[in-house]
Nanobody, 121 residues
């Protein structure tokens, strides 16, 4: 089993930046893809970004391309989401996940507890 813990969320003004971190423990030697999803009030869970186990392939939602960057450090069992040029529409609870990936939430087996990101205008 794998445990995931997100951190780095907070309140930021539009145009600002945040970096989210996800620390993994447990059976982290498995060849898991990692993804970030978000859920805003009254909205469905939404794919944000994903990265392959090797880090060689990345995937992004159209709404965040050019603004967000996903990366991973397998030696540290960590995945990151650098968020730049934040918009109020980015406000949501952000979750990291581990599994087969990539864009479909149903392909992920493990989920973190989430971290709140709030962007003010």
């Amino acid at each position: 089993q794998v445990q995931l813990v997100e951190s780095g969320g907070g309140l930021v003004q539009a145009g600002g930046s945040l970096r989210l971190s996800c620390a993994a423990s447990g059976r982290t030697y498995s060849n898991y893809a990692m993804g970030w999803f978000r859920q805003a009030p009254g909205k469905e869970r939404e794919f944000v970004a994903a990265i392959s186990w090797s880090g060689g392939s990345t995937f992004y939602a159209e709404s965040v391309k050019g603004r967000f960057t996903i990366s991973r450090d397998n030696a540290k069992n960590a995945v990151y989401l650098q968020m730049n040029s934040l918009k109020p529409e980015d406000t949501a609870v952000y979750y990291c996940a581990a599994g087969r990936g990539y864009r479909d939430y149903r392909s992920y087996d493990y989920w973190g507890q989430g971290t709140q990101v709030t962007v003010s205008s």
